[in-house]
């Protein structure tokens, strides 16, 4: 069985902290930053993390914290997230729990959720 130790999983995911500052919820799954940002885009909010720390299942994980105070900028059905360091690099994408509509001007919220490696095997 393979091995690698809890830091060499964390650095990733530390990095991801330390860099991804902003929350994007999106009608479609962004490829770039742009997409993200601009095409795909309903709104944004601020990003708050907890970890890393242990997976669920094996590995670790980072857990980006609920949105309580998303900022609606167009009216749509959001389906996807991007996290983002709001000035030019996407990080990270992945669907919503479940879609929401949301309505320009209005507020959106999120469920914390996580972004996980697994062990290596």
């Given amino acids: 069985m393979a091995y690698l130790n809890d830091d ?35 709104g944004d909010a601020s990003t708050a993390f907890t970890g890393p720390g242990a997976g669920d299942t094996s590995g670790r994980k980072t857990t980006i914290d609920a949105i309580t105070d998303g900022s609606v900028s167009a009216t749509s059905t959001a389906v996807f997230w991007a996290l983002t360091d709001g000035t030019s690099t996407l990080f990270a994408t992945g669907s919503l729990t479940t879609s929401q509509a949301v309505t320009a001007g ?5 469920t914390a959720f996580d972004i996980e490696i697994p062990d290596a095997e």
Avoid: R
């Fill in 106 to 110: 209005n507020v959106f919220t999120t």
């Fill in 8 to 42: 060499l999983l964390d650095l990733p995911l530390q990095a991801l902290e330390d860099s991804a500052s902003q929350l994007n919820i999106c009608s479609s799954e962004p490829a770039t930053y742009a997409e993200a940002t601009d095409t795909y885009d309903l």
